[in-house]
Nanobody
Framework: QVQLVESGGGLVQPGGSLRLSCAAS???????MGWYRQAPGKQREFVAG??????ANYADAVKGRFTLSRDNPNTVHLQMTSMNPEDTAGYYC???????????WGRGTQVTVAS
């Protein structure tokens, strides 16, 4: 059974930092892992993603502030810095399996940027 477990969400002050982690299990080989977010009243949007053996890609809204990295093929970390209230959202990890291109979602972790 495929599971994506997110951690690291919470409350942070504007200008602060948070580090999100996502660990995927049950996937022998994934070709892409990344993050999406969804704020109340808004559509889900892409945040950052990294392909196997490649470099991370970022949404314009987070470029220069967020950094996505891999510890191993099934674990990614999203280092978020210089955060602002517009970053407040539920953050969802996503992974794509290489054998059949299926996509899997984590349950999400809440990030709130407020004083």
């Amino acid at each position: 059974q495929v599971q994506l477990v997110e951690s690291g969400g919470g409350l942070v002050q504007p200008g602060g930092s948070l580090r999100l982690s996502c660990a995927a299990s049950g996937i022998n080989f994934n070709i892409w892992m990344g993050w999406y977010r969804q704020a109340p009243g808004k559509q889900r949007e892409f945040v950052a993603g990294i392909p196997a053996g490649g470099s991370a890609n970022y949404a314009d809204a987070v470029k220069g502030r967020f950094t996505l990295s891999r510890d191993n093929p099934n674990t990614v970390h999203l280092q978020m810095t210089s955060m602002n209230p517009e970053d407040t959202a539920g953050y969802y990890c996503n992974a794509q399996r290489g054998t059949d291109f299926s996509r899997f979602w984590g349950r999400g972790t809440q990030v709130t940027v407020a004083s």
